[in-house]
């Protein structure tokens, strides 16, 4: 099976969101479940005896754990690939925002809220079989996603994502992700899927 290799970060630094900060959860965390979803696969390839037990086995575990990796890795890599610009959001976006979700400032309240409530991840996704965008909530890597829907939207709200510049604030890190979302991005990542009217 081929490595997975990590992204590169597309930027230096963020307003509002340090260097230091970006740097540790990027290098550090990102890196960290790349490294593991290929030490992983590794064991997977002879981690299967034949005749799994549901209480414990290693391949159950592996597998867990696999999948606990590399939706760290998803996830992580549609974060940090939405930041980098000035947050300002295209016409465009706001014409698809207003179908999906009456106005864009709707969606964003909504977001809002799900980044304050979440203990993980809020993630907007596109579901291929509804063909619609939804919000989503997950606790952590492996929890709330949907099958068969595509990740679009990524705000990590980990308390690793902005302790060491925010500390408990966490309103004002969702303020700063905002500041910094790089929209072009995420209108290309929505027409690669679909050819919006
Ligand atoms: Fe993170």
Known sequence: MEKLEAIELPYKKLKGISHDQI?????????GYVGKVNAIRKDLEDGFKGMPNATYDKYRELKLEESFALNGVKLHEAYFMGLGRDGSVPDEIRKIFARAFGSFENWQERFYGLGMASRGWAVLYYDLDEKQLYNGLGDWHSHGGVWNAKPILVLDVYEHAYFMDFGTKRKNYIDAWFNN???????????????WP
């Open 23 to 31: 740097a540790e959860h990027f290098e550090v965390l990102y890196k």
């Open 181 to 195: 979302l790089n929209w072009d991005y995420i209108l290309e990542e929505l027409k690669n899927i679909k050819k």
